[in-house]
């Protein structure tokens, strides 16, 4: 079935049976939209309280060197100075992190970073404490900073970051005997460190408690995963130290990491005074993990026909300074590092190290988006040698349900991968530029060009990112909801610590209880840590397992419901209690009793990848995107006018239109970035550009127009057969958009960010100049 519902086409089965708009399968309005469209939105950069004190942070200038002393004596004489504090003032564990503790609080006896946090402190003023941190001396032993990630991976000889050693994970995938064939295709490929670059910078008020404890305001993507790191760092246990969610001015990963989160709690609890601090934009390049650069080297073989015999693949990983969660994305790039094709025989090694460069993490896409720039660009170097379309190449190798993985996981849900290419590459193609008009052309009103120099390509590219947690990690969601009457009507009370980051999750879950509960008026609560983990906003899992979450705390609450009115065969709807002819108002049947129900939802198990094989059942579920990317390119000046970009992504089933549009058109938008300007220098260790008017991220402008088709192939193991779609949009955009490029000037472009250089001199003359 195919429905025109908004901008964009919808294709499968109709989400059906919800009572009223505002359920699941409408475009529900957010509570918070008309507040951010006004900027009347509360972030946590806005919090305050009297009598507040401002904390600031020192950061080390070095990306390596001892610390033979600190002296803070000067800086605690300042006026207007509370507290200076410096490892030695940690009362309890001095390391934390998310997946190894590694990361001190504090540096203790070296940095291994530029930026890493050496001292904190807290003034009546944010000025006062930025000009207490200038008085700190530190005596530092400067040291060459290791900063190839390559050598890090696999040179004996390369100094070590940290004692244990500098690779931290290896894992390689095998499967199959076969290594030669009739075409082979090599490349090697390049992938800059892309920032998150939310608007709204790292912030949060914590408050000491008269219990002794501490209650923090904060911006984050997990709560409780906080909360697990902060207390064994301030020696209290995890129910004295209580989070609450704050505003989030966007996250895409970079949230999932502590920032300033201890360092604020510390600083309260040592002055018992409220402590707010706030990063600027330069701090906040140097407070936050960034996407791991990435050098791939590729090895693609098939026969005559471009059917692909084999895959061999070396990933390495720039992890920084710290772990953060680099063993997962190394699993991801690992697992995924064949792409979304069937490959009988496969051969990857993917590395993360450790360096002193910026410290990496978590970005949309993890790990899945460095992958799929190589293998996408490796198919399409196989199809130009097998003498093949872009699209056929990848249609005659498209896994399908059924498919094995070189992992050993079978797809056990619809991959409607030939369908989706088929579809994307039959869009029709946007007309050509109006050259009389210069915003149409690369270069808009600068007026570099009027038609002249400027060759038109296209570009494909399809990817697959994994969702939810992977590799025996027990994911799981918890909400609570409450049923009972106020005002002579049934409302309903939902309450998960789920992080609401911009995705639309609070409205989503007001969609679900409005349909599982047949109630119009739902309030949804302040994510925090008096209810169990939600997990985190990340991995495209929030619909997934806190949708999961709220539907069977729902189902809970209905069936007492049932029970009550005697009705244990029936449902509600549009607030009555139906059973056949008969409807009860549910008002009736509550009277003045609280229905309350607290659920779990955890996800089919995963298992981790063998260390040596890597095979394993370690993914819960696959989603896909396709993309068709339209540019105009300026081969003289190398600059590059995105005309147009076209895509095709599976949802499983679409919970909300709206804001689904919203998170393929964001997704995309990163993937843009990521192709064409959007990259951290760093040299030596050091960032050169932590500004946005040296980091470049898309504008309004930047972006082009969006043909979308959506399907909905629905997920049998999934609440509402739904897939996560928030990242696979984030693959795909980037190796579309630089195919294209490459098929308008002809250059290899082997690395992303592409760059004017990149492009000029590349051009053969062979494709006809619009002019």
């Given at each position: ?62 990306p390596s060197a001892a610390i033979r002393g600190i002296d803070v004596t000067e800086a605690l004489r ?302 399409d170097r196989l199809a130009e040698a097998c003498g093949l379309d872009p699209v056929e190449i990848r ?377």
């Amino acid at each position: 079935m195919t429905q025109q519902d908004g901008p964009y086409a919808r294709e499968g089965t109709p989400v059906t049976g919800r009572s009223f708009a505002g359920g699941v399968g409408d475009s529900a309005v957010r509570p918070d939209g008309v507040l951010k469209a006004r900027g009347a939105f509360a972030y946590s950069s806005d919090l305050w309280m009297d009598g507040m004190l401002w904390g600031a942070t020192l950061r080390s200038p070095h990306p390596s060197a001892a610390i033979r002393g600190i002296d803070v004596t000067e800086a605690l004489r300042l006026p207007g100075v509370y507290a200076v504090l410096t490892h030695e003032d940690v009362p309890g564990a001095k390391h934390y992190g998310l997946e190894l503790k590694d990361q001190p609080v504090l540096a203790i006896d070296q940095v291994r970073y530029q930026g890493e946090p050496v001292a904190i402190v807290a003034a009546d003023h944010p000025e006062t404490a930025r000009r207490a941190c200038d008085l700190i001396e530190v005596d530092y032993e400067v040291r060459e900073p290791v900063t190839d990630a390559r050598a890090a991976a696999l040179d004996p000889a390369c100094p070590k970051v940290h004692e244990r050693g500098n690779v931290v994970r290896h894992q390689p995938v095998r499967t199959g005997e076969v290594f030669t064939a009739d075409v082979v295709v090599t490349g090697e490929y390049e992938v800059g460190m892309q920032d998150q670059a939310f608007l709204g910078p790292e912030s949060g008020l914590a408050v000491p408690a008269e219990d002794g404890g501490v209650d923090l305001f904060i911006a984050t993507q997990w709560l409780h995963v906080d909360q697990e790191q902060i207390a064994p760092v301030l020696g209290l246990p995890p129910e004295k130290v209580r989070l609450t969610l704050s505003g989030v001015g966007g996250a895409f990963g970079a949230r999932e990491d502590l920032s300033m989160q201890v360092h604020a709690c510390l600083l309260a609890l040592h002055t018992a005074r409220p402590v707010k601090i706030v990063y600027g934009r330069e701090e906040s390049f140097s407070g936050h993990v960034h996407r791991h650069p990435a050098t791939l080297r590729y090895e693609h073989g098939a026969d005559r026909d471009g059917r692909l015999v084999y895959v061999k693949a070396e990933i390495i990983l720039d992890g920084g300074a710290y772990c953060s969660s680099t063993p997962a994305v190394v699993g991801n790039a690992a697992s995924l590092g064949a792409g979304p094709y069937d490959v009988p025989n496969v051969m990857i090694d993917a590395y993360g190290v450790y360096t002193n460069n910026p410290p990496c993490g978590a970005m949309r896409g993890f790990g899945a988006v460095q992958a799929c720039f190589a293998y996408e660009s490796q198919m399409d170097r196989l199809a130009e040698a097998c003498g093949l379309d872009p699209v056929e190449i990848r249609v005659r190798n498209a896994l399908s349900e059924g498919s094995r993985l070189p992992t050993g996981q079978v797809v056990d849900m619809p991959a409607p991968l030939t369908a989706m290419l088929r579809r994307v590459r039959d869009f029709p193609m946007p007309p050509p530029p109006d050259t009389g008009d210069l915003r149409n052309l690369p270069g808009g009103v600068s007026n570099t060009t009027h038609g002249e120099g400027v060759v038109r390509g296209v570009g494909y590219a399809i990817g697959i990112k994994n969702i939810c947690y992977s590799e025996g990690f027990d994911d799981l969601s918890t909400a609570r909801v409450r049923l009972e009457v106020s005002g002579g009507e049934p409302v309903v009370l939902v309450h998960t610590a789920a992080a609401e980051v911009g995705q639309g999750l609070v409205t989503l879950q007001a969609q679900i209880a409005r349909t599982e509960l047949g109630v119009d008026r739902v309030t949804v609560a302040p994510a925090d840590t008096t209810v169990g983990s939600a997990g985190s906003s990340s991995a495209s899992r929030q619909s997934y397992m806190t949708g999961g979450a709220v539907r069977a705390a729902c189902e809970a609450v209905r069936e007492r419901v049932l029970r009550l009115a005697g009705m244990p065969g029936g449902t509600l709807r549009g607030g009555h209690v139906v059973a056949g002819d008969a409807a009860v108002p549910l008002a009736e049947v509550l009277g003045g009793r609280v229905v309350e129900e607290t659920r779990e939802f955890h996800h089919r198990p995963t298992a981790p990848l063998d260390p040596r094989t890597g095979q394993g059942d370690s993914h819960t579920q696959f989603a896909f995107c396709v993309h068709r990317a339209v540019v105009d390119v300026d081969v003289e000046l190398g600059l590059v006018k995105v005309v147009e970009l076209a895509a095709v992504q599976d949802v499983g089933k679409i919970l909300n239109p709206v804001a689904l549009e919203g998170q393929i058109h964001g997704g995309t938008a990163q993937g843009l970035g990521l192709a064409l300007m959007e990259e951290i220098q760093v040299r030596e260790g050091r960032i050169r550009n932590p500004s946005f008017t040296d980091y470049l991220i898309p504008t309004i402008l930047d972006m082009p127009p969006m043909r979308l088709r959506v399907l909905e192939h629905p997920d049998p193991h999934a609440p509402y057969g739904l897939r996560g779609a928030g990242e696979p949009p984030t693959l795909s955009s980037t190796p579309a958009i630089v195919a294209a490029v490459r098929d308008a000037c002809g250059a290899p472009l082997t690395r992303v960010p592409v760059r004017p250089e990149h492009i000029v001199g590349a051009y053969g003359g062979v494709r006809e100049v619009l002019a």
